[in-house]
């Protein structure tokens, strides 16, 4: 996984990313000069010498940002080396020569991930703004070096595996798990809530571009099954069986919004078979009285 993180705003907004990733300089981090800083003093230095670029920054408007921070991820049990390893070959070839970086390997968690936090401004004066095709070739481009380091490793588009819901933002996650409810949250269970108490099923029109997306996918899957049916190999034959497999094994076209309704249905008919049981129970003791 590549993934844009967020973007840090101003000085005191790249400083406490700059902390939060090393975890107030408690661990290593890997410079695009290939040094490696650690403790509160490498930290401070980093932080200084950032501050000191944004000051000379005169052309970046109040909102500009003064980094673009990624998380490059991978699933639990990869091998973490060649996990660091890889984000920094991937850190040299995409902004090396242009850009300067800070790159920090998180172990804490069962996904062994780097995160990479990429000054905006570059050395020839242009800004980084990566748009969706620039993402899908950094997650290429990654995918490639870990293949070089014998990590099984490849970039494929969300929608192509099936899965419609997008990934939620890391500052959601952390609040989500600080037990504070997101705006987002909120007013999406406040939505889906006035639909179910309502008995209204609102349509939204991405939902229908959604499913016929995804229908489209599935039904060129099944085409090249079909294709490779038709082959007189018998590795064709089994390759065709393995693609018709994972069509059916994709997940069900499910938005954001289907999941939090089906969830709030579920705890209302829960409720519903609570209170049904309250009132048998309670008959029952006032049998038992008389």
Same mark, same amino acid.
């Given at each position: 996984?590549?993934?844009?993180?967020?973007?840090?705003?101003?000085?005191? &907004?790249?400083?406490?990313? /700059?902390?939060?990733?090393?975890?107030?300089?408690?661990?290593?981090?890997?410079?695009?000069?290939?040094?490696?800083?650690?403790?509160?003093?490498?930290?401070?230095?980093?932080?200084?010498? *950032?501050?000191?670029?944004?000051? =000379?920054?005169?052309?970046?408007?109040?909102?500009?940002?003064?980094?673009?921070?990624?998380?490059?991820?991978?699933?639990?049990?990869?091998?973490?080396?060649?996990?660091?390893?890889?984000?920094?070959?991937?850190?040299?070839?995409? !902004?090396?020569?242009?850009?300067?970086?800070? !790159?920090?390997? &998180? /172990?804490?968690?069962?996904? @062994?991930?780097?995160?990479?936090?990429?000054?905006?401004?570059?050395?020839?004066?242009?800004? =980084?703004?990566?748009?969706?095709?620039?993402?899908?070739? *950094?997650?290429?481009? !990654?995918?490639?070096?870990?293949?070089?380091?014998?990590?099984?490793?490849?970039?494929?588009?969300?929608?192509?595996?099936?899965?419609?819901?997008?990934?939620?933002?890391?500052?959601?996650?952390?609040?989500?798990?600080?037990?504070?409810? @997101?705006?987002?949250? %909120?007013?999406?269970?406040? #939505?889906?809530?006035? #639909?179910?108490?309502?008995?209204?099923?609102?349509? &939204?029109?991405?939902?229908?571009?959604?499913?016929?997306?995804?229908?489209?996918?599935?039904?060129?899957?099944?085409?090249?099954?079909?294709?490779?049916? %038709?082959?007189?190999?018998?590795?064709?034959?089994?390759?065709?069986?393995?693609?018709?497999? !994972?069509?059916?094994?994709?997940?069900?076209?499910?938005?954001?919004? &289907?999941?939090?309704?089906?969830?709030?249905?579920?705890?209302?008919?829960?409720?519903?078979?609570?209170?049904?049981?309250?009132?048998?129970?309670?008959?029952?003791?006032?049998?038992?009285?008389?």
């Amino acid at each position: 996984m590549v993934k844009i993180t967020g973007r840090t705003k101003g000085v005191a &907004h790249l400083k406490s990313h /700059l902390a939060y990733i090393t975890r107030n300089g408690e661990l290593e981090a890997d410079t695009e000069q290939g040094a490696t800083l650690a403790g509160r003093s490498g930290l401070k230095d980093l932080q200084q010498r *950032w501050e000191d670029d944004a000051g =000379l920054d005169d052309k970046r408007r109040r909102d500009g940002s003064l980094s673009v921070n990624i998380i490059l991820s991978m699933p639990a049990g990869t091998d973490a080396v060649a996990v660091k390893d890889s984000a920094r070959a991937f850190a040299i070839e995409t !902004f090396g020569y242009n850009h300067d970086y800070v !790159f920090v390997q &998180h /172990l804490d968690d069962k996904h @062994p991930h780097v995160h990479l936090t990429v000054r905006s401004l570059g050395h020839g004066g242009k800004r =980084l703004n990566p748009r969706k095709a620039d993402l899908q070739a *950094w997650r290429e481009r !990654f995918a490639g070096e870990l293949r070089l380091r014998g990590i099984a490793a490849e970039a494929t588009p969300r929608r192509t595996r099936g899965r419609v819901r997008k990934a939620d933002r890391g500052a959601v996650l952390a609040m989500r798990k600080r037990s504070i409810t @997101p705006d987002v949250d %909120r007013l999406a269970r406040k #939505e889906v809530l006035s #639909e179910v108490r309502g008995g209204r099923n609102s349509k &939204h029109p991405w939902d229908e571009q959604i499913k016929s997306r995804q229908d489209a996918i599935r039904r060129r899957y099944l085409d090249y099954a079909a294709e490779l049916q %038709r082959s007189g190999a018998a590795g064709d034959h089994e390759l065709a069986r393995q693609v018709r497999q !994972f069509v059916d094994d994709m997940p069900a076209i499910e938005t954001r919004r &289907h999941a939090l309704k089906k969830e709030l249905s579920e705890l209302a008919s829960s409720r519903r078979r609570d209170e049904k049981q309250d009132r048998r129970d309670k008959t029952r003791g006032d049998e038992r009285i008389r």
